[in-house]
């Protein structure tokens, strides 16, 4: 722990967070970890009230639990993502994968068991942090557009156009997506990929990747059967087809 606040002087000013959880202790926990890292941490104890907070409020992420008396954590995933695009990380149950999945789907960009570590969590934060964070151009090719037939992505934006109609992705789907069309033509494996956009490691047996690229195929208005831009390779992983045909 010392080490960790040691590197709080590390950690951007600013970081703003809301923790939507009915467990007051756990909640206190959380914040007494992480403000000396810098962050800004306030809390909401039913899902009622986290929505609201999170709707009106500028956060740059969100931790929030699945089971809560009343209005439950993917009830209000499920309304946020109507306006939000905001990271939000599940807290579920220790080997809950009913939960994650359901989270994936909704629009969850990562899960933490309610047996998390600190410096999982804060390692957590980070990788969302720094996916969602306004890109600022550096050189040419990060501000070029990356470009499929009818599709076009730029980074330093951040905005997806598909048939000249902008696209609305999460922080997670639109990493999946650059890392993909970046490596056109080439399988990347799920583990490769996982670990390309979270810069972290996954179990092997993790499959959250598939919930993520399926929710990217249907934003794309694409056929897994007969793909035009995302393509599975079984037993492999995925590539990005070279023309994107349309």
């Known amino acids: 722990m010392r080490n960790e606040s040691m590197n709080a002087s590390s950690e951007k000013a600013g970081h703003t967070l809301l923790v939507v959880d009915d467990d007051r202790k756990l909640c206190a926990l959380i914040r007494d970890y992480l403000e000396p ?3 800004a941490v306030e ?11 999170a709707q009106e409020g500028k956060y740059e992420a969100i931790i929030m639990d699945v089971m809560m008396p009343g209005m439950d954590g993917f009830e209000v995933l499920k309304e ?8 939000v990380l599940m807290l579920t149950g220790m080997g809950d994968e009913a939960d994650r999945i359901v989270g994936l789907e909704l629009g969850a960009d990562d899960y933490l068991p309610k ?15 720094r996916r969602a964070a306004a890109a600022v151009p550096q050189d040419e090719d990060f501000a070029r557009d990356l470009v499929a037939g009818p599709l076009r992505v730029n980074e330093a934006s951040h905005t997806v156009i598909l048939r ?4 609305e992705l999460t922080a997670l789907e639109f990493a999946i997506l650059v890392s ?3 490596s056109k033509g080439r399988v990347k494996s799920r583990e490769a990929l996982l670990e390309d956009v979270s810069e972290r490691r996954f179990d092997i047996f993790d499959r959250s990747i598939d919930v ?4 990217l195929r249907k934003k794309l208005g694409d056929d897994a059967k007969s793909p035009s831009f995302i393509v599975t390779v079984r037993g492999v992983g995925y590539r990005f087809e070279e023309g994107g045909l349309s």
């Open 164 to 167: 000249d109609e902008p696209l």
């Open 43 to 53: 809390m909401r104890h039913t899902g009622t009230e986290g929505l609201a907070e």
């Open 180 to 182: 993909l069309m970046k």
């Open 37 to 39: 890292m810098g962050w």
């Open 80 to 87: 946020l993502r109507k306006t939000s695009n905001v990271p």
């Open 115 to 129: 047996t998390f570590s600190s410096r999982e969590l804060l390692a957590r934060l980070r990788a969302v942090t």
């Open 212 to 215: 993520h690229i399926s929710q």
